[in-house]
């Protein structure tokens, strides 16, 4: 488990209940490279609960670490490897899930694609103070080279703001 590279749970069914589960498994998940839970049934207490457990140091619990077992507890502080996260397209995310984990999106640098996409049944949007957390966390990701925002909506002010970042960005086109 400790090896895996790609987890794609795209299309599942997945809920909140699910992004719970696998927020448990998340700090064993320390060569994760690409996680896909797009197009689901996700909701945004499941997004912001997953994004917040990718971008906080790892805490694994050593009781449940068998005794002598030094690749599971030595998970790196913060997620360094994960690069493609797909969260996008999840019905129940309002702009209240996207406008969260644009303020903590920025501990991800390896990020090279990052879709948080509405779902075009419901788009979501983003207030201007979301607009602009995204705005100011895209310099903290200097790999990124694709954000995905289709089906979301941004008053103009914040629009502006993460404009002007993507055009100030060094790697998104």
Request: charged share 15%; with cysteine.
């Amino acid at each position: 488990l400790t090896a895996m590279k790609v987890l794609k749970l795209y299309r599942t069914g997945i809920s909140n209940r699910g992004m719970s589960s696998l927020g448990k498994a998340l700090p064993y998940l320390v060569e994760l490279q690409v996680l896909d839970v797009s197009n689901n049934c996700i909701g945004d207490s499941g997004i912001v609960s997953l994004v917040q457990t990718l971008c906080q140091p790892s805490s694994l619990d050593t009781e449940q670490n068998p005794p002598g077992n030094k690749r599971l507890s030595t998970a790196p502080h913060y997620n360094t490897t994960l690069q493609e996260l797909y969260i996008g397209n999840n019905r129940g995310v309002t702009g209240a899930g996207p406008g969260r984990v644009a303020q903590l999106i920025g501990a991800l640098p390896a990020l090279t694609w990052l879709n948080m996409s509405g779902d075009e049944y419901s788009p979501a949007h983003l207030s201007d103070t979301a607009a602009m957390a995204l705005a100011e966390a895209l310099p903290r990701l200097p790999a990124l080279d694709q954000l995905d925002l289709l089906f979301i909506s941004m008053e103009p002010a914040g629009f502006q703001a993460v404009m002007q970042a993507a055009e100030e960005h060094p790697t998104l086109e």
